[in-house]
Each structure stands twice: as structure tokens, then as C-alpha cells.
């Protein structure tokens, strides 16, 4: 399993972003996603799920209304639209496959987002 | 939402010792849904145990998970080496799922 996400950048405060993830080594389209990030020095926190289908989309408080979740199951693609950004924003964004149960069965390395 | 407090933050070892990290609920954790993943200096976050103790078939027999209600416990047997890192616990017993801060095994 293989999953690599794109996209990370330096952005201004209210600036938009795009985040993808490829996978591969796993049929996509038979698993629910998630984004979880990290921000520097600090802990985990879930931004947003959605299901393998792509019909059940959930979202953090923190970032509802501002992010936007989203797959290509054609193109085995995740993806996180970001609008809005806010310094708060900053930290590595990571793609997880999740199980059927709800635990992280497999992380990418990470893309780091910066907003200043 | 359900808060996860682990504790102690860092915890100083020498390879070969028995490591013992704790995460508490703020409320009791639906089907005991708790996981535990492992994430070294720079890398992601890989899994380490799920449904509170059960081992993916690559994790080694060191690493056992415990526990029911809102207390679970992460001990690894014998510490070595590349087992010093930090280790977040995770609830997917309630939505929206939430993690423990994190505790840092580091070598005393």
C-alpha cells in the first residue's frame, strides 16, 4: 500500500490549497478515507472522512464550511480542498486509509501546509 | 467529544525495559474501540494495535495493548532501539474520532 500526497505549499492567510493523495497497491474504491494533520510539535487531529462510495462526507468543526473533502475512485485519488486558510492551518496533512471498523490501517508520509 | 488524556508525556528508558503508557477517556469508549499507533522522528504515524488489543500480523509480540471502559494501556516488553518514538492513542468508538496527545518514549 502506497499512498502519496501532493500539494503542500506556502500560502497566505485566506489563500486556498488543494491537497491530492494517490493510491495504490489496494483497491480504492472498496475503502473509506480520511485526512487526519499534525502541526508542528504537536498532536493528531481528524479533519475529515469520507466514505468509499463518496456519498458520507463528515468534517471537523474546526475547519467546516473552509475544507472541502472529495475522491476519484477512476483515478485512485483523494483529495482536500482548502479555502480559507488561516495560520492555525499550518501543519503535515496526512492521506489514511481507514478500516471498515474505524481504526488507520495505512498513512502517507505527509504534506506539509504553511500559512502565514 | 470524547477526550483522550495520555499520560506520562515523556517517559525515560534504557533498551531492554519494560515501557508502560496509559490513555484515559473522558468517557467509557463504545465496543472498547481504541488504537494505538507508533510514529519515529519525521516518519507518519503507523498502526500498532487496534480494537485495544489486537496486533497487526507485522507488529511484534512486544507490543500488547489493554484495557476497557475510559483506561487503556500501551506496554512494549523489552525496549529496543527502534522502539523509541512517540505514541498516540486513538478512539473510533465515537464521532468525531479524537487522539491523546501523544507520550514520548525517549532513551534515558
Same mark, same amino acid.
Given at each position: 500500500?502506497?499512498?502519496?500526497?501532493?500539494?503542500?505549499?506556502?500560502?497566505?492567510?485566506?489563500?486556498?490549497?488543494?491537497?491530492?493523495?494517490?493510491?495504490?497497491?489496494?483497491?480504492?474504491?472498496?475503502?473509506?478515507?480520511?485526512?487526519?494533520?499534525?502541526?508542528?510539535?504537536?498532536?493528531?487531529?481528524?479533519?475529515?472522512?469520507?466514505?468509499?462510495?463518496?456519498?458520507?462526507?463528515?468534517?471537523?468543526?474546526?475547519?467546516?464550511?473552509?475544507?472541502?473533502?472529495?475522491?476519484?475512485?477512476?483515478?485512485?485519488?483523494?483529495?482536500?480542498?482548502?479555502?480559507?486558510?488561516?495560520?492555525?492551518?499550518?501543519?503535515?496533512?496526512?492521506?489514511?486509509?481507514?478500516?471498515?471498523?474505524?481504526?488507520?490501517?495505512?498513512?502517507?508520509?505527509?504534506?506539509?501546509?504553511?500559512?502565514? | 467529544?470524547?477526550?483522550?488524556?495520555?499520560?506520562?508525556?515523556?517517559?525515560?528508558?534504557?533498551? /531492554?525495559?519494560?515501557? &508502560? *503508557?496509559?490513555?484515559?477517556?473522558?468517557? #467509557?469508549?463504545? +465496543?472498547?474501540?481504541?488504537?494505538?499507533? $507508533?510514529?519515529?522522528?519525521?516518519?507518519?504515524?503507523?498502526?500498532?494495535?487496534?480494537?485495544?488489543?489486537?496486533?497487526?500480523?507485522?507488529?511484534?509480540?512486544?507490543?500488547?495493548?489493554?484495557?476497557? /471502559?475510559?483506561?487503556? &494501556? *500501551?506496554?512494549?516488553?523489552?525496549?529496543? #532501539?527502534?522502539? +523509541?518514538?512517540?505514541?498516540?492513542?486513538? $478512539?473510533?468508538?465515537?464521532?468525531?474520532?479524537?487522539?491523546?496527545?501523544?507520550?514520548?518514549?525517549?532513551?534515558?
Amino acid at each position: 500500500v502506497v499512498l502519496e500526497e501532493s500539494g503542500g505549499e506556502l500560502v497566505q492567510t485566506g489563500g486556498s490549497l488543494r491537497l491530492s493523495c494517490v493510491a495504490s497497491g489496494f483497491t480504492f474504491g472498496k475503502f473509506d478515507m480520511t485526512w487526519v494533520r499534525q502541526a508542528p510539535g504537536k498532536g493528531l487531529e481528524w479533519v475529515s472522512f469520507i466514505s468509499a462510495s463518496g456519498l458520507t462526507v463528515t468534517t471537523a468543526d474546526s475547519v467546516r464550511g473552509r475544507f472541502t473533502i472529495s475522491r476519484d475512485n477512476a483515478r485512485n485519488s483523494l483529495f482536500l480542498q482548502m479555502d480559507s486558510l488561516r495560520v492555525e492551518d499550518t501543519a503535515t496533512y496526512y492521506c489514511v486509509r481507514e478500516s471498515n471498523n474505524g481504526w488507520y490501517l495505512d498513512w502517507g508520509q505527509g504534506t506539509l501546509v504553511a500559512v502565514s | 467529544e470524547i477526550v483522550l488524556t495520555q499520560f506520562p508525556d515523556t517517559l525515560s528508558l534504557s533498551p /531492554g525495559e519494560r515501557a &508502560t *503508557l496509559s490513555c484515559r477517556a473522558s468517557q #467509557s469508549v463504545r +465496543f472498547n474501540n481504541i488504537a494505538w499507533y $507508533q510514529q519515529r522522528p519525521g516518519q507518519a504515524p503507523r498502526l500498532l494495535i487496534y480494537d485495544v488489543s489486537t496486533r497487526p500480523t507485522d507488529i511484534p509480540e512486544r507490543f500488547s495493548g489493554s484495557g476497557s /471502559g475510559t483506561e487503556f &494501556t *500501551l506496554a512494549i516488553s523489552r525496549l529496543e #532501539s527502534e522502539d +523509541f518514538a512517540v505514541y498516540h492513542c486513538h $478512539q473510533y468508538g465515537l464521532a468525531p474520532y479524537t487522539f491523546g496527545q501523544g507520550t514520548k518514549v525517549e532513551i534515558k
